[in-house]
């Protein structure tokens, strides 16, 4: 069965700092890979997609991802945060036209002012 | 405005006592599903719908029920609440399964005394 791993829980940073978010996954076929974010008090909004081509992802709000198959990894980064940009983060993988999106546990991350 | 609603926002309920959790999507998607969040699981995947009347169990199924009798509604059920289905809920849609991004509703937070 397909695992996703985030391998931080809790992230504070300040602003203007630098962010980047782990992800690996376990299933080694072809993966669609998803990054969605979690305002408070709000629902899930996606931030960026990967199913092929350029490995690099560009995202909304200045989000970026890289995807290393390699690595089985799909790493969440943003050069310069804002406040605004605390949430809880969750990686999520699904097998090509496959049933299941397997979503990991999710990072929170805290932006001081 | 394309969006998932859900009813209701919150609840609390006693152990045993039959509820139902409303979901509608107005986008003509096929694919549905309920997932519960929990602190540290990230979001998992309870039951998926497919079509109108093809369900299947996800990843955590055990004491609920779902049913997809029209496109657009996907209902949650919970026939005997037991304390640890205290959590929250989200239903989310999307037209393709494999690789489009799924519409989250706003979440259901459940208490189960």
């Known amino acids: 069965a397909q695992s996703v791993s985030q391998h931080n829980h809790h992230v504070i940073l300040s602003e203007a700092a630098s962010l980047e978010l782990g992800c690996n996954y376990s299933y080694g076929g072809t993966v669609n890979l998803f990054w969605y974010v979690q305002y408070p008090g709000q629902h899930l909004q996606l931030l960026l997609k990967?199913?092929?081509?350029?490995?690099l992802v560009k995202g909304i709000k200045g989000f970026e991802a890289e995807f290393i198959k390699s690595k089985f990894s799909f790493n969440l980064r943003k050069p310069s945060v804002q406040w605004s940009d605390t949430a809880e983060y969750f990686c999520?993988?699904?097998?090509?036209?496959?049933?299941?999106?397997?979503f990991g546990g999710g990072t929170r991350v805290l932006v001081k002012p | 405005e394309a969006q998932v609603t859900q009813n209701p926002r919150y609840l609390i309920t006693v152990t045993g006592k039959k509820l139902t959790v409303t979901c509608s999507q107005n986008m003509n998607h096929e694919y549905m599903s309920w997932y519960r969040q929990d602190p540290g699981l990230g979001l998992r995947q309870i039951y998926y719908?497919?079509?109108?009347?093809?369900?299947d169990k996800g990843d955590v199924p055990e004491g609920y029920k779902v049913s997809r009798k029209e496109k657009r509604n996907f209902p949650l059920i919970l026939e005997s609440p037991s304390p640890n289905q205290t959590s929250l809920y989200f239903c989310?849609?999307?037209?393709?399964?494999?690789?489009?991004?799924?519409?989250f509703g706003p979440g259901t937070r459940l208490t189960v005394l």
């Open positions: 719908s497919m079509n109108v009347e093809v369900t």
């Open positions: 989310a849609s999307t037209q393709d399964r494999g690789s489009d991004t799924q519409y």
């Open positions: 999520a993988v699904n097998k090509a036209a496959g049933n299941k999106l397997t």
């Open positions: 990967y199913f092929s081509g350029d490995p």
